[in-house]
């Protein structure tokens, strides 16, 4: 019976000390579960790579949630449009390849057009660590670069991991 006692008071230990990791465990859609790092980790890994952040205590959940700075960029109208369609198709062509890019390198996180033809044609959000990166990166834009689209950047903060619902 002291065996069986002691064996539970050990596991009990055990599952105490487990709990009091500095990961979190997350359950992915296929049931794997996989570890990711403590707010407090990934806001000091973040900090040291130059990003702004700050968290708070989320009331009711008492979730720490993480805050990100990011630099939304409006894509909108340039003073330059292309009355050629060859042209005008190689340059949304060398657009997209280029979005393709960001995307693929991580420094755009979501991005798209609107569906209007009004004077703001679509959004980047660009995930870098200030604002002459994110101006520099959409300035690259091959059709920014002729005049067919303007960037206006602004910093933009959200909750690092959320995404669309």
């Known amino acids: 019976m002291d065996f069986i006692k002691n064996l539970l008071r050990f596991s009990c230990c055990l599952f105490v000390l487990a709990g ?3 990961n979190e465990k997350t359950e992915r859609a296929n049931g794997s579960e996989t570890t990711k ?3 407090s980790k990934l806001k000091d890994s973040l900090t040291r790579l130059g990003y702004q952040t ?3 205590i989320e009331e009711g959940t008492n979730d720490t949630i993480l805050m990100q700075q990011y630099f939304l960029v409006l894509l909108k109208r340039g003073p330059k449009r292309s009355e050629n369609k060859q042209e005008a198709d190689s340059l949304q062509s060398l657009h997209l390849q280029h979005m393709s890019r960001m995307y ?3 420094y755009a ?3 798209g ?3 209007d033809d009004g004077e703001i044609r679509g959004i980047i959000i660009y995930n870098t660590p200030n604002l002459q990166i994110a101006d520099s990166l959409a300035n690259l834009d091959p059709l920014i670069r ?3 689209l303007v960037a206006e950047i602004h910093p933009w903060w959200a909750g690092k991991g959320y995404g669309l619902r």
């Open 37 to 39: 790092p403590s707010v």
């Open 20 to 22: 009091c990791g500095d």
């Open 54 to 56: 700050f968290d708070y």
């Open 109 to 111: 996180d979501l991005m």
């Open 146 to 148: 002729s005049g067919g």
């Open 104 to 106: 693929e390198e991580g």
């Open 113 to 115: 057009p609107f569906g």
